[in-house]
């Protein structure tokens, strides 16, 4: 029996495949595409809202490094509250004076260095925000059409699984099959009933999850069309340099940040001045004097060695981990690379002649069965391979969308910060 369904199967399968690639799919157009989910995505997405309030953090910081320090006015009154000729203000002598710091060392220009790293720090963790939504979002929608599509099949196989049962007793009212065959086929309904209300579960809360993501109900159905699309490209794999990428550019922002710092802690090294200028009123003789000031502090105590020694170590580590970077973006590049390829091509594989040779093999056990030609297991190990290798296939179009999703991630471009200082 098996040798009679493989030869029927050799024979009709090259047809029915290429009937299957001819004729057209009339499907409803889609309620939600993945390029629209990740617009509302954009527009709602906490986590965009906070890297941008980092940036903008980032740029007023920039703007408060550039200032420089503000002057002191002092005030003093002496010679009064006294005893003798010291009482009440008598012998008063006010004195007010206008003190300026002056940074030396280049102080100010090393304070920009720092906070014009640490806003293109931020605006590199805000790209990574963008590109981190749209791994998320991409993942949610193909998860979500994946689930759209195992309901689909669960529907399918229901409604298979009640024709089945309808044959079995037509068989056991015309003396052709045994009430065994009645129970199989009413076990293989009553599964594929269980079966159905976990995938309208399951589906359910995969719509739930990328209706969180954009920030609205899904409005119909997804893009069946994006799901089922593979990439053709299946060559030798082409070594991308992590040069450009979001990783590499963060791990090259915080050395360069480490390198800030380390000249500012050595501009801190040196010593500002303060000057200031004055005029004191003697009450007594009602007279005035000028009188100017200049300080110095003295860096016996704390001299800056340890804040320099501190950020070298940090330097350091910066560059080894940027070093550390390379390597694991270039390693993990390659893999994503491999990775959807062999889904692309298991993809192919399972929704093309794996699919087509399962589906007819199918069709032609329940013709067989009907006609008393194949016998009830034959029908049940064709339908039981047929939902097996439509899952597979279900499966394999995910998994080529979430290793190119991942790719997409690993190799996305770092911003241009150039005219942004």
């Given at each position: 029996?098996?040798?009679?369904?493989?030869?029927?199967?050799?024979?009709?399968?090259?047809?029915?495949?290429a009937?299957?690639?001819?004729?057209p799919?009339?499907?409803?157009?889609?309620?939600?595409?993945?390029?629209?989910?990740?617009?509302?995505a954009?527009?709602?997405?906490?986590?965009?809202?906070?890297?941008?309030?980092?940036?903008?953090?980032?740029?007023?910081?920039?703007?408060a490094?550039?200032?420089?320090?503000?002057?002191?006015?002092?005030v003093?009154?002496?010679?009064?509250?006294?005893?003798?000729?010291?009482?009440?203000?008598?012998?008063?002598?006010?004195?007010?004076?206008?003190?300026?710091?002056l940074?030396?060392?280049?102080?100010?220009?090393?304070?920009?260095?720092?906070?014009?790293?640490?806003?293109?720090?931020?605006?590199?963790?805000?790209?990574?925000?963008?590109v981190?939504?749209?791994?998320?979002?991409?993942?949610?929608?193909?998860?979500?059409?994946?689930?759209?599509?195992?309901?689909?099949?669960?529907?399918?196989?229901?409604?298979?699984?009640?024709?089945?049962?309808?044959?079995?007793?037509?068989?056991?009212?015309?003396?052709?099959?045994?009430?065994?065959?009645?129970?199989?086929?009413?076990?293989?309904?009553?599964?594929?009933?269980?079966?159905?209300?976990?995938?309208?579960?399951?589906?359910?809360?995969?719509?739930?999850?990328?209706?969180?993501?954009?920030?609205?109900?899904?409005?119909?159905?997804?893009?069946?069309?994006?799901?089922?699309?593979?990439?053709?490209?299946?060559?030798?794999?082409?070594?991308?340099?992590?040069?450009?990428?979001?990783?590499?550019?963060?791990?090259?922002?915080?050395l360069?940040?480490?390198?800030?710092?380390?000249?500012?802690?050595?501009?801190?090294?040196?010593?500002?001045?303060?000057?200031?200028?004055?005029?004191?009123?003697?009450?007594?003789?009602?007279?005035?004097?000028?009188?100017?000031?200049?300080?110095?502090?003295?860096?016996?105590?704390?001299?800056?060695?340890?804040?320099?020694?501190?950020?070298?170590?940090?330097?350091?580590?910066?560059?080894?981990?940027?070093?550390?970077?390379?390597?694991?973006?270039?390693?993990?590049?390659?893999?994503?690379?491999?990775?959807?390829?062999?889904?692309?091509?298991g993809?192919?594989?399972?929704?093309?002649?794996?699919?087509?040779?399962?589906?007819?093999?199918?069709?032609?056990?329940?013709?067989?069965?009907?006609?008393?030609?194949?016998?009830?297991?034959?029908?049940?190990?064709?339908?039981?391979?047929?939902?097996?290798?439509?899952?597979?296939?279900?499966?394999?179009?995910?998994?080529?969308?979430?290793?190119?999703?991942?790719?997409?991630?690993?190799t996305?471009?770092?911003?241009?910060?150039?005219?942004?200082?």
């Amino acid at each position: 029996m098996n040798r009679l369904l493989a030869a029927l199967l050799a024979a009709t399968s090259p047809l029915s495949a290429a009937q299957a690639k001819s004729a057209p799919t009339a499907e409803a157009p889609p309620g939600l595409t993945l390029e629209q989910a990740l617009d509302l995505a954009s527009a709602t997405a906490p986590s965009l809202d906070a890297a941008g309030a980092g940036v903008d953090a980032a740029r007023a910081a920039q703007a408060a490094a550039g200032l420089r320090p503000n002057p002191i006015l002092t005030v003093e009154a002496e010679n009064v509250a006294g005893t003798g000729l010291y009482a009440d203000t008598k012998s008063l002598e006010a004195t007010t004076s206008l003190a300026l710091p002056l940074e030396l060392g280049g102080k100010r220009s090393a304070r920009l260095a720092v906070a014009g790293a640490q806003r293109d720090r931020a605006m590199i963790e805000q790209a990574v925000a963008r590109v981190d939504l749209r791994f998320a979002v991409t993942r949610a929608y193909a998860e979500a059409a994946a689930s759209e599509r195992r309901l689909a099949n669960a529907r399918d196989q229901l409604r298979i699984a009640g024709e089945g049962l309808h044959a079995a007793h037509v068989r056991l009212r015309a003396g052709r099959a045994s009430p065994m065959e009645v129970q199989r086929a009413e076990l293989a309904r009553i599964n594929a009933q269980a079966a159905l209300v976990r995938m309208e579960r399951s589906a359910e809360t995969a719509r739930f999850i990328l209706a969180q993501r954009i920030g609205q109900a899904i409005p119909g159905a997804l893009d069946a069309g994006w799901f089922d699309r593979i990439g053709t490209a299946h060559g030798p794999l082409q070594p991308l340099e992590p040069i450009e990428t979001l990783a590499l550019a963060a791990a090259n922002a915080d050395l360069a940040a480490s390198s800030a710092q380390v000249r500012l802690a050595r501009t801190q090294r040196i010593p500002d001045l303060t000057v200031g200028a004055g005029v004191r009123r003697l009450e007594a003789t009602n007279d005035s004097a000028a009188l100017f000031s200049l300080s110095l502090p003295l860096p016996f105590l704390n001299g800056g060695k340890a804040a320099v020694g501190q950020a070298l170590a940090e330097q350091r580590r910066a560059e080894a981990q940027r070093r550390a970077t390379a390597q694991e973006v270039a390693q993990a590049i390659a893999q994503a690379q491999a990775e959807a390829a062999n889904a692309a091509i298991g993809a192919e594989t399972a929704t093309g002649p794996a699919l087509a040779a399962a589906e007819e093999a199918a069709r032609i056990a329940r013709i067989g069965y009907r006609e008393g030609k194949f016998s009830q297991l034959d029908l049940l190990d064709a339908e039981r391979t047929l939902t097996e290798t439509k899952a597979a296939a279900i499966e394999a179009l995910l998994a080529y969308h979430n290793a190119r999703a991942q790719l997409e991630r690993l190799t996305a471009r770092a911003p241009d910060q150039g005219d942004d200082r």
